[in-house]
């Protein structure tokens, strides 16, 4: 066996051990300010390393547990991505000030561990593994969440994302059930191959739908969606943008996984995921648009955008699957850059409500600028990454003939731009009432807000690199092996 | 005699109505936890069922693992739960609502 | 359809001189006033001889696309960075380039973020650019969307009326366009099985079934429709314009504006041509309604840029019934007519900016007299005016002219109408005139100083623009000629 | 045809007369503002070479056989082809001899009368445009050519009559002549496409042929003509639109003489005769001309009975010659027509500026006040505006006399004998009114003793000095209108071999009842005679009959309530009433319901976010039930 196929896994592993280690090691009182900066070089170059491992193992092929666990171009594109992710968050937690600072060594064993479960997801294969992996990332979550400075707001977050997860859990549980029961068999490849003819029995339907569900849960698709912004808004900043970003790239790719091996056929599982798509979008953005705390609305605006992905997933084609992994790199991209801004912002870890945003065009330009075009992205305005992900998922629907879809999905995106123009509008045009002094952004902060504008912008006008990555990584779905 | 596996799955389903029931009406943080935990068994019959009705093992597999998975869950459950009861000494789900 | 490459690419040199002025502005420090100013100057200046020598050098005789530059982009959607003009865009690229040039001399008294500005309106004008010379449908729906994000900053930072609400109403409006647009787009992609967003290769008559026409016409019209502020969908226009700044009030009335029809015209009609013949009729009631719709309502308006916002509404009327006639003489005339109220409308909002610039007012029962105090600044204002009214020897007459005549040969009624509906311009027109600029000087205002030769410079290119194409309007209708005889000689029947 | 020495100094001579004086106008805009002489210069420079080059033209051009055309191709956009160019025949020889001449003595009586306006260069600057506009007109070759000067002829009596912008009834004037103008021309335009669309060539000599009309059906080329006339009816200010004309009085008098008498109003009467043999075509049209001349004519005099403002009377009397000039042509006399034109040109233009001598001298309009200030002391003006007056009334032997006799030929050639009667009506209310108020100017009668001049002492040396010398360019002009006023008259027959020679349809002329030739000076006479018991024998209290009536003549005074009826119709109807429904319904009903769709949005997320905060049980039960939902789908 190469041991570069597992290699991102084995790395995690480890990296997760080292901070387990850490914790015990941690002295009880509170430490000085360098023992906090150490945890925190060590955690980013852990993160910048794990990145050229997941780069290194990319064309890695191959197969673990009696093939419950695949290693394909198509994992380990989501591989890369989701250490991209870590890596992007980790590099926020300079200054975390809103975990204890006792706990910063289990914050970060809890990150690694989740990517870990995470990067476990994307390969699996079983329902078994995919069971397995999804606890596992969830429970990391569900503590991650729990452990803010601000008790209340962590613990009643920690609460709701816990009930609702487990609640999610159990109905994906039962619906697993379901269909090993009906198809005899809990590999995915193998399900692919007796699930058309069983498509039409109910119970296979019911098990499909349920199964469907613990996975629509990670994404926040309507009706799982209800924890999200409790969980945003109760999380630290940090690990709200971990939510958004890494779980969900992971989420879009086991929604994937599953649909490619277990969808075809079925006329009435394409009507509920128009119908899922079609409500997730419109009440994600209805709700957000009167929301007055950043997290809550961008929670709620992470709901429409798994409307979108729905829309890329349901069309059932490589054209569709393509669309979802490049919109999958989008939201990364997009909800990073505003969650950087977010902790730029609110240095004490505090929640940010969208008037407070008032003058940043003036304290720090390229932070507002930063928020302009990760905003516009997150609307779909070209030129930029967002748009190019929603037009490959439009092209993908309408090939298939859901023009009525894709007019809605458009509608919601003009209803979506009006929150936020109010967020720009708050960020570019508002006065703070008393004059606030010019933020204090480090050069690195700079580099990296530089990067992430240059990078929308740039996948966005000139996407055909990452679009054939894309559209290679959704091979292997397809017999590609 | 063998009971046929749809009435297992009958079973299956009627306990795990049983627990979602729980779960949605008891206004108690840990009833809510119990009746998860239900829910769980349920799907951990029809594995079962399943298992034993297609003579596959895999299922039986499962059912280690929900036994196990059960327990973490309960844990970190509990934890949060007790943690939250500690500040605010309620066990009532309509307490908790600082978030909206 | 017959293609020239181009020696040298300078329309994408016109863009890049678009994105290099941008960038160049954003590193400047925001203190240097003059020098961002002087930089834009320079850059515009550079747009607008790129684009005269661009429309001076089209082959007149020869037609077709010109200046064609191809680069494939996504070649798995069939998609390319495909540059070219032909008789429809140039007089648009034109147009853009002259208003951008006097649209930046305008706001050469700005000094509130003068930065952010001049980079925005950078960005806005390369989306109008590109919209205009591109020939990929993926590229002009990206230009399309480029134009019209920045002016929701643009207005609601620098803008002066109930600003936030006119900015929000017109990117909301203006996007629940491209909510129509980008679906139809697609769909045309989908229908053709070509797998291309190519112009080029969509364009052939039979390529789309009648009934794929007709639905993808729809959705096309009404989306570019918002834009080109047809009746009902017009309101956002004159809210937008009101609350916008000068410099940019004169870019959206004479150049976004025309987006839209560019639109209608470029998409909807040259590739549903079946669909545009059979929603032709109701594109011409829309039309009508528009014409005497705004003429009527601008008669009530006391706010200047209300009034000018009113007229467009009634001017882009006449460009819709041109469009909606399915002749030669009603494209030539549409086309002349979006050039011809792309310049009226700018000379107005430039006037207009200036005279708010000192007497910071703009409704009407406050101003007057103002010919007294500063005369030249009126009589660019009244010149425009006159253009409005339709008055030979200024460039409308002859875009007005053919859309007429056209309309009295499709539509008769319609073109009665419109042509009654000229009076109505005239007497709105006129009494606007009356009290802003007639009458007893106003004390108030005694003693401001009357626009010096440089601050004029903007509104002398705007008026000789007028003048020369109102004389000379071969000029232009040499080059409309081109595309529009072999675009309705290849219609289906 | 160009290739000939001939035609190539025609071309030169007549793209001299109509392109310098926009040479002038816009070197005056643009760079010679700030010095008036030289503004003057240049537009009175430029003006001097379109009469030279008119009556070159004119002389070389005495015995035109056939009329000549240039054309070149202005617009070309497929399916339509504009030509643009000169059509030369003796009609226009004449029309634009008439033209230059009045515009040359009219500038040159400007320097006298306009002396000291702060807008000197300005007025200048519109007179060269108008110069410009109107010659282009005369010589236009086709009819969308006419059209966009008679639009410019309307855009420089727009700018002259507001010419003095600071003083609001003058705006107002300027706007109303505009528009009411606008409203003829739409029609004028309307008719005009209407006969592209089916003939497919506007040009003059094309449509002048019966031949090219043939084809054409009647009630058509009946509409087209109507609509046509539309044009002239709002140019040459005839019933319904009539009442711009004595609003626009507002301007300065030269421009009065000059625009509102002399040439532009006539303009209207100018294409009539351009397209006499199209109009002819339709014997429907014909008739309507004429009644809407006689209407237009009869009004106008009334009105100009009770008209205490010298400059009001001319214009109403303005109004009811040109109504004479289209009887003459709607009864098919071609020659009466233009022969009264020009004799009228030179006459009205004559009274303007005799006028104008006064009310600059007096500042002030109203006649009796003129007559008290003492104004018959100013001999030349009051030899002049009597010479003038009489020609207006068709006292022999001044050319009034002659084209009067001529316009009652034609209608006596009429089946309806109540055209003759009507136009004799007019004469004898013509001679009437213009000698009310000669004898009123020329006796005086003061409620006091007989006043001194008066302001003497208000007027500055200086002011006195210029008044002098302005004096002596305003008298030249009069003294040159009077000569021809006295003499023109005994042309006629050489005239009538000129014009008639010129047009293909020459009309009924000829068999002339020989009462004919007393009837109508006997009623001018009258009319005099009863001007002279009224207002001029000794112990006259100087009241009209009319005045005696206060109802006829508080109908007289109010124009017969036609402004009154246009002021409620824009106000009432256009104002308030559509416009403002339409403003309402952008307000309320467009913007309401967008606006309320938004709002809607929100509100709607309000209630959708506020769903989101509830309990965490009624999340788990809204997941049960969506799925049962979706199920229960399924088995649907």
């Known amino acids: 066996m190469n041991w570069i196929t597992e290699g991102p896994e084995i790395f995690y592993f480890g990296a997760s051990l080292w901070f387990l280690l850490l914790t015990f090691a941690a002295p009880q009182k509170p430490v000085s300010n360098g023992g906090r900066r150490r945890e925190y070089l060590s955690a980013i170059l852990l993160a910048s390393v794990g990145i050229l491992v997941c780069l290194a193992s990319v064309r890695a092929e191959g197969w673990l547990f009696i093939r419950a666990y695949s290693v394909d171009l198509f994992s380990q594109v989501f591989k890369t991505l989701l250490s991209l992710g870590l890596f992007l968050i980790v590099s926020l937690c300079g200054s975390i000030s809103d975990i204890d600072e006792r706990r910063h060594n289990e914050f970060y064993f809890l990150l690694f561990s989740c990517t870990l479960a995470l990067m476990l997801l994307v390969s699996a294969d079983h329902l078994l593994s995919i069971y397995l992996s999804l606890e596992l990332s969830s429970y990391s979550l569900y503590i991650l969440v729990a452990l803010r400075k601000r008790r209340a707001l962590g613990l009643e977050a920690g609460i709701k994302y816990f009930l609702t997860g487990s609640f999610a859990a159990a109905v994906m549980l039962f619906g697993m059930a379901l269909l090993y029961s009906s198809c005899g068999t809990a590999y995915l490849p193998d399900m692919a191959k007796v699930l058309p003819g069983l498509i039409s029995r109910p119970t296979v339907i019911m098990g499909l739908l349920f199964t469907l569900g613990g996975f629509f849960f990670k994404l926040a698709v309507f009706p799982f969606h209800s924890w999200a912004p409790d969980a945003y808004q109760g999380a630290s900043n940090q690990v709200a943008g971990y939510i958004a970003t890494a779980s969900k790239v992971a989420a879009i790719a086991v929604v994937l996984r599953v649909l490619a091996s277990a969808g075809h056929g079925s006329a009435y599982l394409v009507h509920v995921l128009v119908i899922l798509s079609v409500v997730s979008m419109t009440l994600g953005n209805l709700a957000a648009i009167v929301q007055k705390d950043l997290k809550r609305l961008l929670a709620f605006s992470t709901t429409a955008h798994s409307g979108y992905v729905l829309i890329a997933l349901l069309v059932l084609d490589p054209a569709g699957y393509s669309a979802a992994i490049f919109y999958a790199l989008a939201l990364l991209v997009m909800k990073f850059t505003v969650f950087m801004v977010i902790v730029e912002l609110a240095p004490d870890g505090r929640n940010l409500q969208i008037e407070e945003l008032a003058g940043l065009h003036k304290r720090s330009p390229i932070m507002a600028l930063a928020l302009l075009v990760a905003l516009f992205s997150l609307a779909g305005i070209p030129p930029t990454v967002g748009f190019t992900g929603k037009f490959l998922i439009f092209t993908a629907a309408i090939q298939k003939g859901y023009v009525a879809l894709v007019i809605i999905a458009m509608i919601n995106v003009v209803i979506s731009l009006y929150y936020y123009l109010l967020v720009i509008k708050a960020a570019y045009l508002l006065e703070p009432a008393e004059a606030l002094p010019p933020l204090l952004v480090s050069f690195p902060k700079k580099l990296l807000a530089g990067f992430s504008i240059v990078g929308i912008v740039v996948a966005g006008f000139f996407p055909y690199w990452l679009i054939q990555i894309a559209n290679a990584a959704v091979l292997p779905l397809f017999g590609g092996r | 005699m063998i009971a046929p596996f749809s009435h297992v799955l009958v079973v299956a389903g009627i306990l795990f109505a049983l627990g979602a029931f729980c779960a949605v009406t008891r206004r108690n943080l840990i009833m809510i936890v119990l009746g998860i935990e239900i829910m769980l068994n349920a799907a951990a019959i029809a594995f079962v069922g399943g298992s034993l009705h297609l003579d596959n093992l895999d299922g039986q597999t499962f059912v280690l693992f929900i036994l196990a998975v059960a327990a973490t869950e309960v844990s970190v459950g509990l934890a949060i739960i007790v943690y939250a009861f500690r500040r605010t000494g309620s066990f009532d789900p309509a307490d908790f609502n600082l978030l909206r | ?493 | 045809m160009a290739g000939s020495p001939a035609y190539a100094v025609d071309l030169t001579a007549m793209i001299a007369a109509t392109m310098l004086p926009f040479v002038s106008f816009l070197t005056i805009l643009i760079a010679t503002r700030g010095r008036p002489r030289l503004s003057a210069g240049l537009s009175i420079g430029s003006v001097t070479i379109s009469l030279a080059c008119s009556i070159a033209l004119l002389a070389l051009h005495f015995h035109l056989a056939a009329p000549i055309e240039f054309s070149t191709r202005l617009l070309a956009s497929g399916g339509l082809d504009i030509p643009f160019g000169f059509l030369l025949d003796r009609l226009n020889l004449l029309m634009i001899a008439i033209v230059s001449a009045i515009c040359f003595l009219v500038q040159v009586y400007s320097l006298g009368y306009m002396a000291g306006d702060p807008g000197f260069s300005r007025y200048y600057g519109f007179m060269s445009l108008f110069t410009w506009a109107m010659m282009s007109l005369a010589l236009s070759a086709s009819l969308l050519q006419l059209y966009f000067f008679w639009e410019l002829v309307g855009l420089s009596s727009y700018l002259l009559i507001g010419f003095w912008y600071e003083k609001f009834s003058a705006t107002q004037a300027g706007k109303k002549a505009f528009v009411m103008t606008r409203a003829g021309d739409a029609a004028f335009f309307i008719g005009l496409l209407l006969l592209f669309v089916h003939t497919g060539d506007l040009s003059i000599a094309h449509l002048d042929s019966r031949s090219a009309l043939s084809g054409v059906s009647p009630s058509f080329l009946t509409l087209s003509a109507l609509l046509i006339f539309g044009g002239i009816v709002g140019k040459s200010a005839q019933f319904p639109l009539m009442t711009w004309l004595p609003d626009a009085m507002e301007g300065p008098t030269p421009v009065s003489a000059l625009l509102h008498s002399a040439t532009m109003v006539a303009a209207g009467v100018y294409l009539f005769a351009r397209l006499f043999p199209f109009f002819s075509m339709s014997s429907v049209a014909m008739t309507v001309f004429l009644a809407i001349g006689t209407i237009s004519m009869l009004l106008a005099s009334t009105m100009a009975i009770v008209s205490r403002d010298i400059k009001k009377v001319w214009a109403y009397s303005t109004i009811s010659q040109l109504g004479f000039m289209i009887m003459a042509l709607g009864a098919g006399g071609y020659f009466a027509g233009v022969f009264h034109l020009t004799t009228h040109a030179g006459f009205k233009a004559l009274l303007f500026l005799c006028s104008g001598v006064f009310i600059h001298r007096y500042e002030t309009n109203d006649i009796y006040e003129l007559s008290r200030f003492g104004a018959r002391r100013m001999v030349i003006p009051t030899v002049s505006i009597v010479l003038g007056a009489a020609a207006l009334s068709g006292l022999p032997p001044l050319s009034g006399y002659f084209s009067k006799e001529a316009i009652m030929g034609s209608l006596a050639a009429m089946h309806n004998p109540l055209w003759l009667a009507a136009g004799l009506a007019g004469v004898f209310l013509t001679a009437y009114y213009s000698f009310r108020v000669i004898f009123i100017l020329l006796f005086p009668r003061a409620e006091g003793a007989a006043s001194p001049p008066p302001q003497e002492a208000g007027i500055t040396a200086g002011g006195h000095a210029a008044h002098e010398s302005g004096y002596r360019a305003m008298a030249w002009p009069l003294i040159i209108l009077s000569a021809v006023s006295v003499i023109f008259g005994f042309f006629k027959t050489s005239f009538k071999d000129f014009i008639g020679g010129g047009a293909a349809a020459g009309g009924a002329a000829g068999m002339e009842p020989s009462w004919l030739h007393i009837a109508p000076l006997a009623l001018a006479l009258a009319g005099v005679g009863l001007a002279w018991v009224e207002f001029g024998r000794k112990g006259a209290k100087q009241i009209g009959f009319v005045d005696r009536m206060p109802v006829l003549s508080r109908l007289f005074a109010e124009r017969w309530y036609i402004d009154r009826f246009y002021g409620l119709v824009v106000e009432f109807v256009i104002d308030r009433g559509i416009s403002r429904l339409c403003s309402q319904n952008d307000r309320k009903v467009i913007d309401g319901s967008i606006d309320g769709i938004c709002e809607g949005t929100v509100e709607s997320g309000w209630v959708v976010a506020f769903l989101q905060t509830g309990m965490i049980q009624y999340r788990l039960l809204a997941i049960l039930g969506v799925l049962a939902l979706l199920l229960l789908c399924f088995y649907f």
């Open chain 3, 1 to 493: 359809m017959h293609m020239e490459p181009a020696t040298f690419p300078f329309l994408s040199a016109i863009l890049l001189s678009c994105v290099v002025g941008m960038l160049t502005i954003m590193v400047i420090p925001e203190e240097r006033h003059v020098l961002i100013k002087q930089v834009s100057i320079f850059f515009s200046g550079v747009c607008l001889l790129l684009t005269l020598y661009v429309f001076f050098a089209f082959n007149r005789s020869l037609g077709g696309l010109q200046f064609v530059e191809q680069v494939s982009w996504i070649p798995t959607l069939g998609i390319s960075y495909f540059n070219a003009v032909d008789g429809f865009s140039l007089p648009n690229l034109l147009l853009t380039g002259i208003v951008f040039f006097t649209g930046v001399l305008t706001m050469w008294e700005l000094n509130t973020r003068v930065k952010e500005y001049f980079a925005l309106y950078f960005l806005l004008v390369t989306g109008v650019f590109g919209l205009f010379m591109s020939m990929d449908l993926f590229f002009i729906f990206v230009w399309y969307d480029v134009s019209l994000f920045p002016m929701y900053l643009l207005i609601a930072i620098w803008g002066t009326t109930r600003k936030e609400y006119g900015a929000m109403k017109l990117t909301l409006y203006l996007l629940a366009g491209s909510a129509l647009i980008l679906p139809a787009i697609i769909f045309l992609w989908a229908k053709s099985g070509l797998n291309t967003f190519s112009f080029v290769s969509l364009m052939h008559p039979g390529m789309f079934s009648p009934a794929d026409q007709k639905f993808a016409f729809l959705l096309l019209f009404l989306g570019f429709g918002i834009l080109a502020a047809v009746w009902p969908m017009h309101t956002w226009s004159p809210d937008g314009h009101v609350a916008a700044p000068h410099g940019v009030s004169m870019v959206h009335a004479g150049v976004l504006m025309k987006i839209g029809s560019f639109g209608v015209l470029r998409v909807a009609i040259m590739l549903c041509p079946l669909g545009w013949i059979y929603w032709a009729k109701s594109m011409a009631v829309l039309a009508v309604i528009g014409i005497i719709y705004g003429a009527l309502v601008g008669l009530r308006q006391t706010d200047l840029k209300y009034v000018i916002g009113y007229s467009s509404v009634s001017h882009m009327g006449v460009v819709g019934l041109g469009l909606s006639t399915v002749t030669v003489a009603g494209l030539n005339g549409a086309v002349f007519q979006m050039f011809a109220h792309g310049i009226m409308t700018a000379l107005l909002f430039s006037s207009v900016g200036y005279i708010y610039d000192r007497t910071h007012t703009k409704l009407i029962p406050e101003l007057g007299g103002l010919s007294r105090i500063m005369p030249v600044a009126s009589a660019f204002f009244i010149l425009a005016a006159l253009a409005g009214v339709g008055l030979p020897g200024l460039a409308n007459f002859w875009g007005e002219l053919l859309v007429f005549l056209a309309a009295f040969k499709v539509y008769p009624l319609f073109g009665v109408i419109g042509v009654v509906t000229l009076v109505i311009t005239a007497l709105f027109m006129l009494r606007v005139v009356q009290k802003t600029f007639y009458g007893p000087a106003n004390a108030r205002f005694a003693g401001l100083p009357d626009v010096s030769p440089w601050l004029g410079t903007p509104r002398i290119i705007l008026a000789a623009v007028l003048l020369i194409l109102g004389l000379y309007p071969s000029l232009l209708f040499n080059v409309i000629r081109t595309a529009s005889v072999p675009f309705m000689n290849g219609l289906p029947r």
